[in-house]
T-cell receptor, first 114, second 113 residues
Framework: NAGVTQTPKFQVLKTGQSMTLQCAQD?????MSWYRQDPGMGLRLIHY???????DQGEVPNGYNVSRSTTEDFPLRLLSAAPSQTSVYFC?????????????FGDGTRLSIL | AQSVAQPEDQVNVAEGNPLTVKCTYS??????LFWYVQYPNRGLQFLLK??????LVKGSYGFEAEFNKSQTSFHLKKPSALVSDSALYFC???????????FGSGTRLSIRP
């Protein structure tokens, strides 16, 4: 009963480095999304996907790339890390349809950019 | 465009008293509304949702929320607060079933014994 799994849980990067945050879900959910959480800013949507092969931008997409090659996985890529990207990142998934279902969240990835 | 506002950064309530956490939204059409709770160092957990039907929605842990279309509000309520209710609460909205979900800035609820 894994739900939404995020790896790694913690990461420290240097400015300019790239990395990929992994997100996997085992509930066959169509909808997946990435948020960043910063103090006083709540959760801000970075990118989302309504199914394999389909992605779209959220509120704060700059500096991040995503792809959705399978239903299960939705990785988030930082192309060239900047200190402003220091944050806690959450991945979430849900099904949707006539009975809209709530999102299931991972436990987060705490990312520090030096 | 859709947006959510949680006007209070923090709400302080004595144990046993009723609590209200406020949320207002802006979205075209009929909204899908949600409340989530976050405990320290964890992801968000679903509390309740409003999609259609009765304006008073009941959820987990004794929480309920009232949808008010004229005031575009979806306030979270509980008749008698517990110390264990202390956490960060988020309101969220989506415009339709397959659209993006937008969260508010969060309200920290603190229940004193």
């Amino acid at each position: 009963n894994a739900g939404v799994t995020q790896t790694p849980k913690f990461q420290v990067l240097k400015t300019g480095q790239s990395m990929t945050l992994q997100c996997a879900q085992d509930m066959n959910h169509e909808y997946m999304s990435w948020y960043r959480q910063d103090p006083g800013m709540g959760l801000r949507l970075i990118h989302y996907s309504v199914g394999a092969g389909i992605t779209d931008q959220g509120e704060v997409p700059n500096g991040y790339n995503v792809s959705r090659s399978t239903t299960e996985d939705f990785p988030l890529r930082l192309l060239s890390a900047a200190p402003s990207q220091t944050s806690v990142y959450f991945c979430a998934s849900s099904s949707y349809g006539t009975e809209d279902q709530p999102q299931h969240f991972g436990d987060g990835t705490r990312l520090s950019i030096l | 465009a859709q947006s959510v506002a949680q006007p209070e950064d923090q709400v302080n309530v004595a144990e046993g008293n009723p609590l209200t956490v406020k949320c207002t939204y802006s979205v075209s059409g009929n909204p899908y509304l949600f409340w989530y709770v976050q405990y320290p160092n964890r992801g968000l957990q679903f509390l309740l949702k409003y999609i259609t039907g009765d304006n008073l929605v009941k959820g987990s842990y004794g929480f309920e929320a009232e949808f008010n279309k004229s005031q575009t509000s979806f306030h979270l309520k509980k008749p008698s607060a517990l110390v264990s209710d202390s956490a960060l609460y988020f309101c969220a909205v989506r415009r339709s079933s397959a659209s993006k979900i937008i969260f508010g800035s969060g309200t920290r609820l603190s229940i004193r014994p």
